[in-house]
Structures are given as structure tokens and as C-alpha cells.
């Protein structure tokens, strides 16, 4: 006969058992549902590489063009770029009948940009349509004449933050709306 000792002694046991198995259980349950945290990458503008505009080019380089055979650009609006750094900034003129300039000017002001364009539209081919004085300019492609120079690269450094009008001054091109605007920020 097992004496009360030994009936203890196994109930004991039994306990103690059952509570390792439960505390393994809850062991392996604990590290099975919490997950190491992962480090995601997470790209942040500006910290890696060149930075690019809505269309996905880079910041640095603006890419301008006429619009078909109308007296437009194809874009009233150029970058944000940011202030400082080297521009480049190619416009093409596929028109077969139109010259075309892009002209940028230190100048947020449409009456300002529309009195050096009267003075430009006036200084006559020859001039490339270009004023004496160009004092306004911030930078310009050349006179881009069909069948001849289909487009010109020009390079530039971005000016302080803000917003300047470039225009082409082939004459009544700016009345028609060919002028847009470049907007550079810190
Ligand atoms: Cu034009």
C-alpha cells in the first residue's frame, strides 16, 4: 500500500510538472506572437540622390518646348527648382513655321515682363529680339528658327527662392500667352 507520503510526493510531482509544461507553452506562445521589429526602409526626399519634380525628372534639369504650331509653351510652369544650384534647362522648337526664344527674367511682375517684351519684340531679328539692355535676364536660349536650331541647351545657376517669368519675345507670341513661370524655393 502507498502511504500518504508517497501519494503526496506524486501529486506534487504531477503539479510540478504540469506547471513547467504550462509555463513552456506560455514561454513558446509569447515568443511565437511577438515579432521582432523589422527596420523598413524609408526614403526621405532630398536625402538620397537627386530629388525629382511632378514628372519624375530630375530637379536640375527642365526640359521646355513649344506647343505644336500655337504661340505657347508646353509648360506654364517650371520646377520648383531649388535656389543655387546648377540649371539646365533644354528647350526645343519643333515648329515648322514659328520661331520661338525662352527668355527668364528677374521679374514676378506680368507688367514688367510685358514691357521688356515690347522693347524686345522691337529690337528686330537681327537681335535675336533681345533689348540693348538685357539687365532683366536672368538667362536665354537663341532665337530657335524652323529648319535651322531645333532646340538649345541652356545652363544656369537657380536665383533666390521665388518666382520669375520667362517669356519668348518673337513678336505677339507673350500676348498670346507664351510665357510661363519658373519657381525656384530654398
Ligand atoms: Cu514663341
Known amino acids: 500500500m502507498r ?8 501529486v506534487l510531482t504531477s503539479l510540478v510538472m504540469l506547471m513547467a509544461l504550462l509555463l ?10 511577438s515579432t521582432a521589429p523589422v527596420a523598413t526602409p524609408v526614403s526621405v526626399p532630398g536625402t538620397t540622390g537627386e530629388t525629382t519634380d511632378t514628372q519624375g525628372m530630375p530637379m536640375t534639369t527642365l526640359a521646355i518646348a513649344n506647343q505644336g504650331e500655337q504661340l505657347l509653351f508646353d509648360k506654364k510652369q517650371l520646377g520648383p527648382i531649388p535656389t543655387g544650384k546648377q ?7 519643333d515648329s515648322t513655321i514659328h520661331q520661338h526664344n525662352w527668355i527668364l527674367l528677374n521679374t514676378d511682375d506680368p ?6 517684351d515690347e522693347e524686345a519684340a522691337a529690337a ?26 531645333t532646340s538649345d541647351t541652356i545652363t544656369f545657376t537657380a536665383p533666390a527662392p521665388g518666382t520669375y517669368i ?3 519675345t ?8 507664351m510665357w510661363g513661370e519658373l519657381i525656384v524655393v530654398p
Open 124 to 149: 528686330g531679328e537681327e537681335a535675336e529680339y533681345l533689348p540693348a539692355d538685357t539687365s532683366l535676364v536672368l538667362a536665354r536660349s537663341q532665337l530657335l528658327s524652323p529648319g535651322t536650331i
Open 24 to 33: 513552456t507553452a506560455c514561454g513558446q506562445s509569447r515568443s511565437g506572437g
Open 111 to 116: 507688367a514688367v515682363a510685358a514691357a521688356f
Open 3 to 10: 502511504s500518504m507520503v508517497q501519494n503526496a510526493r506524486l
Open 87 to 93: 540649371i539646365t534647362v533644354r528647350f526645343t522648337n
Open 170 to 177: 518673337v513678336p505677339g507670341h507673350y500676348g498670346s500667352g
Open 166 to 168: 520667362y517669356v519668348s
